[in-house]
């Protein structure tokens, strides 16, 4: 009797992936007479500045985004000028557009100690910041950008956008005040909008969530974010019936959406049709072979259509990218027994076990132990199946069929009292819906009466 997890991955599934862009700010053309902050360049480094030819040349070079040439010219231009912020921060724009990280961050911070008033270097660090996952240094960077009071509010208006990004996962208050304070800079875009439906679904205000998805799809029925979020939403309160007419709409138009085909896919997934999600999954695997999140749907489904020589492979190579992952053994292995090969499933179980604290859930630790225990009885190792069951009791009530094995493997074990017990404990509980292992437990305690 396998007891088998098989709920959706709801973390593969209803996690929407964002695609929010923090765009990496550019210099102007025009480095010869761009306005510096007051006090950071004198007369005669104003004039060097119209008769350097290297200046003219750089502007030309960001200018048609030739960011290598550029990036020569600037260096040679801070070692003349190593106090001059606008070169600093042109040539940390370039470093940044050729993902030079590490340099542009270094050159970043030369010119915000330069020109501290100077809000672009800020912004553009906090942004660079931001991608490296570096939140709160990042925040603090856009903070700064956007507490410049003489700043281009367009780009103060950016700085506020970034910080409510950044502040939306563990501050959604915060993110709000900040979107206000965007808002008041310049003119709202739909991405505010989406922004605020996200804001509301962290507060659980889905009806202003949904609110606002329609807005943006009243102006722009076309937007993909939009739909995304909206589909998402509907999944979430379980209203298929109106995400699938949603997705199947705008998937017409764009068939190799990854987020929309994902979402609907899951949703097929969650009414149990395969038949449906696997071509939608297939094509998106066939796409994009190295993203993890789509392999481990493609897998999951091959399961749930008993295809499993066809998910055993994109397991193990999941686990082999991931070692340190036991929910993917225990994915492979499960595979595995299905396939009747619960020898090759155990150990694979056992090293997935072995670590409690890596799995996402308790709930998920129980289910890999139920594996091995029944994996263990397969393979007539009532040990190891005591063992598991011990493990899942940790997390895990018992079940009929947990009790049922714990009989067994008492029972091969020769301890009558405990397997007698047990063989009872299930027929108590079972009433009638196992009636292979109800008939096999009379049988049982039947012939272990005669042993005591």
Same mark, same amino acid.
């Given at each position: 009797?396998?007891e088998a997890n098989?709920n959706?991955?709801?973390?593969?599934?209803?996690?929407?992936?964002?695609?929010?862009?923090?765009?990496?700010?550019?210099?102007?053309a025009?480095?010869?007479y761009a306005?510096l902050?007051?006090?950071?360049r004198?007369a005669?480094?104003?004039?060097?500045?119209?008769q =350097? @030819?290297?200046?003219?040349?750089?502007?030309?070079?960001?200018?048609?985004?030739d960011?290598?040439?550029?990036?020569k010219?600037?260096?040679?231009?801070?070692?003349k000028n190593?106090?001059?912020a606008?070169?600093?921060?042109?040539?940390?724009?370039?470093?940044d557009?050729? &993902?030079?990280?590490?340099?542009?961050?270094?050159?970043?911070?030369?010119a915000?100690?330069?020109?501290?008033?100077?809000?672009e @270097?800020?912004l553009?660090l906090?942004?660079l910041?931001?991608?490296a996952g570096?939140?709160?240094d990042?925040?603090?960077?856009?903070a700064?950008?956007a507490?410049?009071p003489?700043?281009?509010?367009?780009?103060?208006?950016?700085?506020?956008?970034a910080?409510?990004?950044?502040d939306?996962p563990?501050? @959604?208050?915060?993110?709000?005040?900040?979107?206000?304070?965007a808002?008041k800079?310049?003119?709202?875009?739909?991405?505010?909008?989406?922004?605020?439906?996200?804001?509301?679904?962290?507060n659980?205000?889905?009806?202003?969530?949904?609110?606002?998805y329609?807005?943006?799809?009243?102006?722009?029925?076309?937007?993909l974010q939009?739909?995304?979020a909206?589909?998402?939403l509907?999944?979430?309160?379980?209203?298929?019936?109106q995400?699938? @007419?949603l997705?199947?709409?705008a998937?017409?138009?764009?068939?190799?959406?990854?987020i929309l085909?994902?979402?609907?896919?899951?949703l097929y997934?969650?009414?149990?049709?395969a =038949?449906?999600?696997l071509?939608?999954?297939?094509?998106?695997?066939?796409?994009?072979?190295? &993203?993890?999140?789509?392999?481990?749907?493609?897998a999951r489904?091959y399961?749930? &259509?008993?295809q499993?020589e066809?998910?055993?492979?994109?397991?193990a190579s999941?686990?082999?990218a991931?070692?340190?992952?036991?929910?993917l053994? =225990?994915?492979q292995a499960?595979?595995?027994?299905?396939?009747?090969?619960?020898?090759d499933?155990?150990?694979?179980?056992?090293?997935?076990?072995?670590?409690?604290?890596?799995?996402?859930?308790?709930?998920?630790?129980?289910?890999?132990?139920?594996?091995?225990?029944?994996a263990?009885?397969?393979?007539?190792d009532?040990?190891?199946?005591l063992?598991a069951?011990?493990?899942?009791?940790?997390?895990?009530?018992?079940s009929?069929s947990?009790i049922?094995?714990?009989a067994?493997?008492h029972?091969?074990?020769?301890?009558v009292?405990?397997?007698?017990?047990l063989?009872k404990?299930?027929l108590?509980v079972?009433?009638g819906?196992?009636?292979d292992e109800?008939?096999?437990?009379r049988?049982?305690?039947l012939?272990l009466?005669?042993?005591?």
């Amino acid at each position: 009797m396998h007891e088998a997890n098989h709920n959706p991955e709801e973390r593969n599934r209803s996690r929407l992936i964002r695609r929010t862009t923090l765009a990496t700010i550019f210099c102007m053309a025009s480095i010869v007479y761009a306005q510096l902050p007051a006090g950071t360049r004198d007369a005669s480094s104003q004039a060097e500045a119209h008769q =350097d @030819p290297l200046r003219a040349q750089a502007a030309d070079a960001l200018a048609k985004q030739d960011y290598a040439t550029a990036v020569k010219l600037l260096s040679t231009l801070a070692e003349k000028n190593p106090r001059d912020a606008q070169v600093l921060y042109n040539l940390g724009s370039a470093q940044d557009a050729l &993902d030079q990280t590490s340099d542009a961050e270094a050159t970043y911070r030369r010119a915000i100690a330069a020109g501290p008033n100077l809000l672009e @270097p800020h912004l553009a660090l906090g942004l660079l910041l931001a991608r490296a996952g570096k939140v709160s240094d990042a925040h603090a960077e856009l903070a700064a950008a956007a507490a410049i009071p003489n700043g281009d509010p367009a780009l103060r208006a950016r700085a506020y956008r970034a910080m409510a990004r950044l502040d939306q996962p563990s501050n @959604p208050a915060g993110a709000s005040d900040e979107l206000l304070a965007a808002l008041k800079l310049s003119p709202e875009t739909a991405d505010d909008v989406l922004l605020t439906g996200e804001l509301a679904e962290a507060n659980n205000d889905a009806a202003s969530a949904e609110a606002a998805y329609r807005r943006i799809l009243a102006a722009d029925p076309d937007n993909l974010q939009a739909i995304a979020a909206l589909s998402h939403l509907l999944l979430q309160q379980r209203k298929p019936d109106q995400a699938e @007419p949603l997705l199947t709409a705008a998937l017409q138009k764009h068939p190799d959406d990854p987020i929309l085909s994902s979402q609907l896919a899951g949703l097929y997934e969650s009414q149990n049709k395969a =038949d449906k999600a696997l071509p939608i999954v297939e094509r998106l695997h066939a796409s994009q072979p190295q &993203d993890a999140a789509i392999s481990r749907l493609l897998a999951r489904l091959y399961v749930r &259509d008993r295809q499993f020589e066809k998910a055993l492979p994109l397991y193990a190579s999941l686990s082999a990218a991931s070692p340190n992952d036991p929910t993917l053994l =225990d994915d492979q292995a499960d595979t595995l027994i299905r396939m009747r090969r619960s020898a090759d499933a155990e150990p694979l179980l056992q090293r997935a076990v072995a670590n409690p604290k890596a799995f996402p859930t308790p709930e998920a630790f129980g289910a890999a132990a139920s594996h091995l225990a029944f994996a263990a009885t397969n393979n007539n190792d009532p040990a190891t199946v005591l063992h598991a069951l011990q493990l899942r009791a940790t997390v895990l009530p018992p079940s009929p069929s947990t009790i049922f094995l714990a009989a067994t493997a008492h029972d091969k074990l020769h301890q009558v009292k405990e397997a007698s017990d047990l063989y009872k404990q299930f027929l108590a509980v079972a009433k009638g819906q196992f009636p292979d292992e109800e008939w096999e437990a009379r049988h049982r305690l039947l012939a272990l009466e005669h042993m005591k």
